[in-house]
Structures are given as C-alpha cells and as structure tokens.
C-alpha cells in the first residue's frame, strides 16, 4: 500500500473529529462533513486507480451524487434554523432540556 | 524529488484539512476547502484518473460548495473570526500542523511504516501492472461503463436526487 493512504486517513480522521466537536457555528459542521466525503473520494479514486479496478470507477461518482444528496438537505435544515433563531449558533437548538 | 510529488501534496492536503477542522468562521473555513479539493483533484491526478479529478473540480467544487458559499454568506455574522483571532483555534492549527509534520518526518527516515498494515513508498509513483489496457484509459472506460452495466444504478441514483429534492422542499416549507 503506498504512503500516501496515511495521509488520506488522517485527513479522514482530521474532519470527523471537526464534525464531531461543536464551535459556535452549525455550518462549520457541515463543511467538516464535506471534508470527510472529499477525503473518501480521494481515498477511493487512488484505490481504484493503482489496483486497476476498471468496473468500479463509477464508485466515486455515484459516491458525489450521495453526498450532494446529503449536503443539500443538511444546508436546507441549517436555512430552517436560520429562519427560526437568526442565526446557525449551535447554542440555539436547545429545545431538548435534559 | 518528482517521485515524492504525491507524498507532498498529500502533505499539505492534511494541512488544508486541519486548516477548516479548527473551525474558523464558515467562510474561511469554505475557502480552505476549495484549496483542498484543489490539492485532493492533484493527487488524483498524478495517479492517471484526469476524468476523476476533472470531477472534483466540476462537481465538488462547482456544484456542492458554490451552494455553500452562499448560503454563508447569508448566515453569516459581522466580524468573522479568522485563525490568528482566537486563542483556542490557532493552538488547534498550530498543533495540527506540527503532528503532520513530524508524521511526515517519522514516515520520510525510514521508507516503511508498519502501523496496521504495511505502508511502503514505492506505491506513490509506481502503480501495480496488470497487463496491457490497449489504447483506452481503463478509467473513463470504467466510468462510461456507468450507462451499461450500472443502468439500475444510474435510476437509483435519479430517484433519490428527485426524493431528495422532494424532501428539501418539504423541509423548507416551514410552518
């Protein structure tokens, strides 16, 4: 396996701690997100490519349509928290009181 | 040097990701992020797959953070707060970059590390030889492949863009 996957993974790692650690922003959250599928994309493109994996180069394609999926609903949740409070504090979402 | 290209830019692509995984203010957090997919489009690159990385440019990042951008600037305060203007995230930064690089260190002494699996450097600049592909790239090959042997896959993903769609609009209806 070449070098280059450590520094994929950490890359990987970096940003899923990133999502999981609150600041005051819910939008920074979610571009942590998009680091970790930017990170998966790599990953998965060098992957194929060295082990010449035909058939599944369509992986990383379909593996983008997902996460603009996923990425337009958490930005629609995020203009509907804007709506209500302002802005995207996290502080905010404070409904649930236990 | 041209051989460790790769283990370079990959380098700095953790370095880009510590760079928005501080959280600065969204914006500068967005532009960060459009510098690593630039840098993620390179490393793809060097490996042969142009139709791959022309994707991150096209799709990632004309598509996915243009949407982004905007809606930070909608959602965004008066004085945004950079690296250097607070305390918290620029020793996050600053300890990020270090660990990256002394990871580079640690891997550049010797050309192997073990960790869980055997990571050898020979992997970046050459690539494994299966035999003669012919005239065609095995990538693009494999991609238009999408529209014949991933027809099922091709409607899949349709209807769940259109659901997807459907759902936004559901959750943007408000009251």
């Known amino acids: 396996m070449s070098m280059v996957y450590i520094n994929i993974f950490l890359a990987f790692i970096l940003s899923l701690m990133g999502m999981l650690v609150y600041r ?35 992986m990383p394609i379909v593996l983008l349509v997902f996460a603009a999926c996923e ?14 409070y302002g802005t995207d504090h996290v502080q905010n979402l404070n409904l649930l009181q236990c | 040097m041209m051989t460790y290209i790769v283990f370079i830019l990959s380098i700095v692509f953790v ?35 142009s139709f791959l990385g022309l994707m ?17 600037a909608m959602a965004t305060e008066q004085y945004p707060e950079v690296w250097v203007s607070n305390k918290a995230v620029l020793a996050a930064f600053i300890t990020g ?23 050898n450097g020979m992997g970046d600049w050459v690539i494994y030889d299966t035999g003669d592909s012919g005239f065609f790239s095995e990538e693009a090959m494999g991609i238009a492949a999408l529209y014949s042997y ?4 091709v409607i899949v993903t349709g209807w769940s863009l ?9 959750v943007t209806r408000g009251n």
């Open chain 2, 15 to 49: 370095m880009s990701f510590v760079g928005f995984a501080t959280k600065p203010s969204p914006i500068y957090g967005g532009l960060v992020l459009i510098i690593s997919g630039g840098i993620g489009c390179a490393i793809v690159l060097n490996f042969g797959g």
């Open chain 1, 71 to 84: 990425a337009a609903l958490g930005l629609s949740l995020l203009v509907m928290v804007s709506n209500t």
């Open chain 1, 24 to 58: 005051s922003h819910l939008m920074s959250s979610l571009l942590c997100l998009e680091g970790m599928m930017l990170s998966l994309f790599v990953m998965m493109s060098v992957t194929i490519l060295n082990n010449h994996l035909t058939l599944a180069s369509m």
């Open chain 2, 56 to 72: 991150v440019f096209l799709i990632y990042l004309g598509g996915m953070l243009v949407v982004f951008g905007y809606t930070t």
């Open chain 2, 97 to 119: 970059l270090l660990s990256e690089l002394l990871t580079a260190c640690y891997i550049l002494k010797d050309d192997e590390v073990e960790v869980v699996l055997k990571f």
């Open chain 2, 150 to 153: 991933g027809t099922w896959l």
């Open chain 2, 162 to 170: 259109l659901t997807g769609v459907l759902v936004i609009m559901e």
